[in-house]
């Protein structure tokens, strides 16, 4: 496998931001509220990485493709996109690899899952800590773990 680390992005206002590197989960965290405390948490994770001993190590980031659905309200949707954009370009400003993932895509990775939306996050937060159970998972943090997960098996393999 090559050596990265995948930084996974779940980018909605309740969503999380990860660091993995096929052994270890590092920076796990609750989306920030202000594109500050965004960027902030992406050099916290650059700066963890840049004084890992092994300098070989390329940093990607795999982010969860959003959309807005006819349901949603147009300021929840505004809101949402603003966050994938806000994250688009604190990748792009660090020069970070960013391959855009949509939820059935990463999900599907981890078989059938619940198709009521509270269940399905209540499932992927246990499903969560059964990979990484030393670690503490919030319903905020458990999708940017898993798909960093994601992101690391599929990248890694290229």
Same mark, same amino acid.
């Given at each position: 496998?090559?050596?990265?680390?995948?930084?996974?992005?779940?980018?909605? @206002?309740?969503?999380?931001? !990860?660091?993995?590197?096929?052994?270890?989960?590092?920076?796990?965290?609750?989306?920030?509220?202000?594109?500050?405390?965004?960027?902030?948490?992406?050099?916290? @994770?650059? $700066?963890?990485?840049?004084?890992?001993?092994?300098? $070989? /190590? /390329?940093? $990607?980031?795999?982010?969860?493709?959003?959309?807005?659905?006819?349901?949603?309200?147009?300021?929840?949707?505004? $809101?949402?996109?603003?966050?994938?954009?806000?994250? &688009?370009?604190? !990748?792009a /400003?660090?020069?970070?690899?960013?391959?855009?993932?949509?939820?059935?895509?990463?999900?599907?990775?981890?078989?059938? %899952?619940?198709?009521e939306?509270?269940?399905?996050?209540?499932? %992927?937060?246990?499903?969560?800590?059964?990979?990484?159970?030393? &670690?503490?998972?919030?319903?905020?943090?458990?999708?940017?773990?898993? @798909?960093?997960?994601?992101?690391?098996?599929?990248?890694?393999r290229?």
């Amino acid at each position: 496998m090559n050596n990265i680390t995948v930084i996974g992005i779940d980018p909605g @206002i309740s969503g999380g931001i !990860c660091a993995y590197n096929g052994k270890n989960m590092t920076n796990v965290q609750s989306c920030p509220s202000s594109p500050e405390g965004m960027s902030e948490s992406l050099k916290g @994770i650059i $700066k963890d990485h840049s004084s890992n001993k092994n300098k $070989k /190590s /390329s940093l $990607k980031v795999v982010i969860e493709l959003v959309h807005a659905f006819p349901r949603d309200s147009r300021s929840s949707a505004f $809101k949402f996109g603003k966050n994938y954009g806000t994250w &688009l370009g604190i !990748c792009a /400003s660090h020069g970070i690899e960013v391959t855009a993932v949509t939820p059935q895509i990463w999900m599907k990775k981890y078989g059938n %899952l619940p198709s009521e939306k509270q269940e399905r996050k209540r499932y %992927l937060k246990i499903l969560a800590t059964s990979y990484f159970p030393d &670690l503490k998972i919030t319903l905020k943090t458990s999708d940017a773990i898993l @798909i960093a997960k994601y992101g690391y098996e599929e990248l890694a393999r290229d």
